[in-house]
């Protein structure tokens, strides 16, 4: 069976965002293939499978150095590996949530976060009715014990529901603790305090007005 795989440093590794989040929809899919007991898939189909064209897909992986056997197709799994070592999810990472709310509690609840490597280890919160109680399994601490608990449990990504004033202390307090990565999930956009702070904001609500625009328009669907 010819290579199908050549190795590229994730460290040294640039990709337009558009390009990750394709890949990271290819790899999803092939999740779920691998699931089914799936060992090959030929590139037409996993690009239907995944709402884009073959010369897309082909392209997209072809920037990461994988590429099928033509006449064959790709093997999943393989291509599952080395999709997630790529986008780092072939190893565990730590994640606290800054501040609770309705939504920040759906988090923790999330099992699919688990499955896919992400874990909290961690809550923290200025109120006194919540420091000290578990939430799904995840104790809550004071806003205090934020900088010792990153380091020693090795938290990477604080996660934030938050909005308004209460937000902005959040992300004060996790840039400070040296959190390396922040995923805002708020309704507003906030500003990362330090240049080497990797920060990322996702409005849910953006998909809701993207709905709407979709069916005010005329538009069948929207991606």
């Avoid at 994730?10 to 990271?24: D, F, G, M």
């Amino acid at each position: 069976m010819p290579k199908i795989f050549r190795r590229y440093s994730p460290v040294k590794l640039k990709l337009p965002e558009i390009t990750v989040y394709r890949l990271a929809l290819y790899l999803r899919v092939l999740e779920r293939l691998s699931r089914e007991g799936r060992e090959l898939v030929r590139s037409e189909e996993l690009a239907r499978l995944c709402g884009v064209s073959p010369a897309q897909l082909r392209k997209d992986l072809s920037f990461v150095g994988t590429f099928g056997v033509r006449g064959v197709g790709y093997q999943v799994r393989s291509l599952e590996r080395e999709l997630k070592r790529i986008l780092g999810r072939d190893r565990i990472w730590h994640l606290a949530l800054a501040g609770l709310n309705e939504l920040g509690k759906a988090l923790l609840a999330e099992r699919r976060l688990q499955e896919k490597g992400f874990r909290f280890v961690a809550v923290f919160d200025w109120r006194e009715e919540w420091i000290g109680k578990v939430i799904h399994e995840v104790y809550v601490y004071s806003l205090e014990q934020m900088p010792y608990l990153v380091k020693e449990s090795e938290i990477e990504i604080g996660v934030i529901t938050l909005a308004g004033e209460k937000a902005r202390e959040m992300v004060q307090a996790l840039s400070r603790s040296g959190i390396r990565a922040i995923l805002n999930l708020g309704p507003e956009p906030l500003e990362a305090p330090r240049s080497d702070l990797i920060f990322r904001h996702a409005d849910l609500t953006l998909s809701f007005d993207l709905v709407s625009f979709a069916l005010s328009s005329g538009y069948g669907s929207v991606r």
